[in-house]
């Protein structure tokens, strides 16, 4: 996508990726914004992980969801355009993060469940073909170098690239509540402020509230339980 103001890099299945990407929607509508829907994959920035010892029980296959649904979106971005991206992964979050109860590890990535997906954002059911496609893997591992080339490797997902390609990177900014549109405005505004300082680095905090999310049990108006997450993952440890 030519004159992006914005490259946004996801993972489906990570929730706060679906948070922020929800919020940036709401900016660019505001504010006639670029955006670039590019990929980054947990699971093959995991790859070298032991997720038994790392993560809860159902990271791994949660992870390897995403990577299926990617290969799907790569799909897509090759034989649609970059701007059929924005429709399909909007969709996927839909029906991953904004019901109750939550598809399970596992489902997500299933034939059944990317069908319906498809049809909603007005692609071709035949792309679902690249669920099982490992050949697209390279292409999604380039997309997920090209990220973390961006911001270094001790990171998770979203990660936004600023006024590309001489802008800053960042991993989020991770968010737990969708703020109302003034709002949303206001508070990407500080962080473009931010982001527009070379020299500015990082702030942080591994304390979040679950996402405001139905797939979480959390309703609109209501507060996540607070938890410690590490590069966008509820790590077991380091």
């Not at 939550?102 to 007005?122: I, M, T």
Request: net charge negative; aromatic share 10%.
């Amino acid at each position: 996508m030519a004159d992006a103001d914005l490259h946004f890099y996801f993972d489906p299945v990570c929730p706060f990726a679906w948070m922020t990407s929800k919020w940036v929607r709401v900016v660019a509508a505001r504010r006639d914004y670029r955006v670039d829907w590019r990929f980054i994959s947990l699971r093959l920035l995991n790859a070298h992980v032991d997720y038994d010892a790392h993560f809860p029980s159902d990271y791994e296959v949660g992870h390897t969801d995403g990577l299926r649904l990617l290969r799907v979106a790569a799909r897509v971005r090759a034989e649609h355009g970059p701007d059929a991206v924005a429709p399909l992964y909007e969709a996927l979050g839909r029906r991953i993060f904004e019901v109750h109860p939550a598809p399970g590890a596992g489902e997500r990535s299933s034939r059944d469940f990317v069908l319906p997906v498809l049809a909603e954002a007005g692609l071709p059911t035949d792309v679902a073909g690249a669920l099982d496609d490992e050949t697209l893997d390279p292409e999604l591992r380039a997309w997920t170098d090209e990220a973390l080339a961006l911001t270094g490797k001790d990171v998770g997902t979203p990660i936004l690239h600023f006024r590309p390609p001489d802008g800053v990177a960042f991993f989020g900014p991770v968010i737990s509540r969708l703020p109302e549109d003034d709002d949303a405005v206001e508070l990407w505004e500080h962080v473009v402020a931010l982001a527009g300082f070379p020299g500015f680095a990082e702030l942080k905090r591994s304390m979040r509230e679950r996402p405001q999310l139905l797939a979480f049990g959390v309703r609109a108006g209501e507060t996540g339980v607070e938890e410690d997450w590490h590069g966008g993952s509820r790590r077991q440890k380091r």
